[in-house]
């Protein structure tokens, strides 16, 4: 999986996985004293709530039996060191426990994969792939491990299908059932994570192919090795012989602080370890210059060329023990686009196959695909945000915190909350740190037997697996005729429960598209019993400057900011889901223990950055400044005008399934299309298909309620283009019509074949029972822009069978 939210996360992910594979019953996992020290925190975080023991220690010290499940490893260490972890895997594997190793793809290129070592997972940032550092974020972590898992993998996976004329096609394998429709039975709750960023590394790879990335990888290296010997001959002593890009030595505490003072005034910042090393991290950035600069630093004076040359040792990374000699990136895409020009028509070529939001409005429902201004995306290019260490000295990064802290002033005055926490890096991690404070609030009371959580029949499926992660029992609470949670059954089963009751989850506006009347109702029950309640807010742009979720009885919200306040999606992310608190729950915020955030009572971090994918903040920081308090109020108005004027033109053709006791949706609508699967075989997919031939992306299929279409117009659309949506629509019900009258049977008719491919179009021998035209152009406007579907149906089930291989030959 190429898109996970950040190391630390892919890390806790790892662990999971491992719980869940590992045979016999074991409780314990294994973390090493040489990992990211960010990694170990959000581990533990994780295991805090699963009864899971996490052991940090030394390699050579540990003492792993058969009580372990799992062991994780940092491959270069996080001081820099490079260990042959051989001889422990082999040893960690006799007693039945799986190897995650957390590897640094660059130095890859050069070091021998851990695959080939015993690694059962492999995990790691791809951060070093040209994307910026961006205060911590977001980065896309991979995860990689034995097929054997991959029923157990977190997140989605691509696979090669094909179509319905043969040609090869690429969709999301295994579905989604995997994770998301397991619920409460889900080993993860990521549902997209970070696609922009693993796209940028890709093309990051693409760009430089096998060749080029082993040599930048060899230069890193060099200059690494020739800072080495210039401290060896300063005096210093190198904590490592074997290394990578990052060397460490001893220093004493008067040294210490020397050098922080001499390098605080030449502008360089060191990582300065507690018991004294220090350690300093090169890129292909790196020059000779620098590395005179880090050397006067630590000398306190100019350096002579003597201190300045080649090491005369041998280089222990040419050592079997630990060179690369299997190859890599052999697929041909690695091998293909070296220059600027090839790149830019490969990406252009590819860009040509998306429908995107310059095609046509996207109406996904509870996404809310909306216009993301391009003065909103500037700042993010600026390299005073794009170039900020997540843990730079917070006086060097004063103009991050300002911003950071208004961007939480204002979500607090949007929400009625107290605090807000940046942190969470997708909804997902929002709900699961919001469950984390109501955790720790019950334990802060004494009152751990609080573990059932209430979660409605029609809720996101990450909410019961958020549940389970936080260490929560779910308990599913019935849905009325309209949609709403049935209060009668919710007051039964929290009555029930009422000396275990932990939490309510609930969305609001209601995931079936309502505003839940009896919002306050609901929470005075939940409150009543002792519980708290959460709210999903990824329908928040339904609220803004309308209502307070803190005001109407919610403890704790997540708020999608890449949907309320105009991230963009970037085909699943990044994103950035922050959680507002009532003030009793404020000490329970997320923090991180080496960015001095949060209280002391918080559960540890979600996160690997202490305020998550903070890189992309400006953007929310923008919109909200931009926008003003009647901008945001206007924006959620139409939003909501904009649902009910496609739910009323679209009446009479399809049913809304659900509506308000004053008969209007709220920012969204469920178009019920059941009907048509029993009186003429036509499905919800026929229909999704159809739409690609008229311009426009699906919105979503089957969800919360199977055979239905669920409507989001954002505000962002003009009537224009929501009337040519409904056009399209009509149009394909006309077409459902005639078959409903035995004009047409619908094996035979375009809803059956779409979407047409102009390949098809083109060929010869044209046999269907309707015209090449009716088929490329059913509505007038395709005559001047015609979005061409590069690919025809796709059979899902081959593509389950066959995910993708990189070994493809040259």
Known sequence: NASLLDEGTAAAEAMTLCAAVAKGDRSKFFVS???????IEVVETRASALDIEVVVGSVDDAKVDESYFGVLLQYPCSDGGVVNYEDFIKRAKKCGALAVVAADLLSLTILRPPGE?????????????GVPLGFGGPHAAFFATLDAHKRHIPGRLIGVSKDSSGKSAFRLALQTREQHIKRDRATSNICTAQVLLAVIASMYAVYHGPKRLRRIAVRVHAYARLLASGLERL???LCHQAYFDTVCVEASETQRREIADRSRMRGVNFRYFDDGRISISLDELSTSEEVRTILEIFSGNSISSDILSEPQDSDPLTADAFARKSDYLTHPVFNSYHSETELLRYLYRLMSKDIALTHSMIPLGSCTMKLNATAEMIPVTWPEFGNMHPFAPRDQASGYMELISELERLLCEITGFSAVSLQPNSGAQGEYAGLLAIRGYHHSRGDKRRKICLIPESAHGTNPASAVMA??????????ESGNIDVADLKEKAEKHKSELAALMVTYPSTHGVFEESIKEICDVVHGCGGQVYMDGANLNAQVGLCRPGEFGADVAHLNLHKTFCIPHGGGGPGVGPIGVLEHLKPFLPGSRYACVGESSSPGAVAAAPWGSAGILPISYTYLKMMGSRGIKRATEVAILNANYIAKRLEGHFDVLYKGAQGFVAHECILDLRKFKRS???EVGDVAKRLMDYG???????????????????????????????????????EIAAIERGEMKADESPLRFAPHTAEVLLSADWDRAYSREQAAYPAAWLREDKYWPPVGRIDAAFGDRNLFCSCVPM
């Open 471 to 480: 260490g929560m029992q779910v308990v599913k609470v019935g849905c009325d």
């Open 235 to 237: 005096g210093y002593k």
């Open 680 to 682: 003429v075989g036509i």
């Open 117 to 129: 070592f015993g690694a059962d997972v492999v995990i790691g940032s791809s951060q070093r792939f």
């Open 696 to 734: 426009f992306h699906a919105p979503t299929v089957s969800w919360p309620v199977v055979e239905t279409l669920m409507v989001e117009p954002t505000e962002s659309e003009s009537q224009q283009e929501l009337d040519r949506f409904c056009d399209a629509m009509i149009a394909i019900r006309a």
């Open 33 to 39: 004293q040489d990992c990211h020290p960010q990694s």
